[in-house]
């Protein structure tokens, strides 16, 4: 397996069909997905199916979510990256962690990865992140990150901070 990047207990690689059950898994769990506006997979075939679609992002683009592992183990905790915005010319920073692997400190530490990333090795000059304002954990881990609300949307029928942070 080829790994994107890696921290102190995580790593990161490109999302493959063959992990179709464990995003099925995640997506299906509603409070995981409850700010999203994603809902659940409706099997672990349409699951394989989306992955299949996704890969060519990581050619087309050069990046797009990670599947994010624990390190020591291999456990796959959630998904992890940056992700473009063509249409709209930006690249934000997204995450989504299994419930049970929650309060671990895994979002800011891939989040603060990927942003690294985003800017030493992608070039980027300024990374987005949107939050629901009611999620007060993503708006911590978008905090601990560095990353200032520059604005507010309203977008899945609820209300959205917009993250910024420039380098």
Known sequence: MIYILETERLRFREMFPEDAAAMFLLNSDPEVVQYTGDGPFESVEAARIFLMEYRPIYSTNGYARWIMELKSTGEILGWCGLKLHSDKNYTDVGYRLYKNQWGNGYATEGAKACIEYGFSVLKLKSIIAHA???????????????????????????????FQIVK
Do not use: P, T, W, Y
């Open 132 to 162: 629901r304002k009611e999620n007060s954990a993503s708006v911590r881990v978008l905090e601990k990150c560095g990353m200032k609300i520059i604005g507010e949307e309203i977008e899945c029928g609820g209300e959205i901070f917009v």
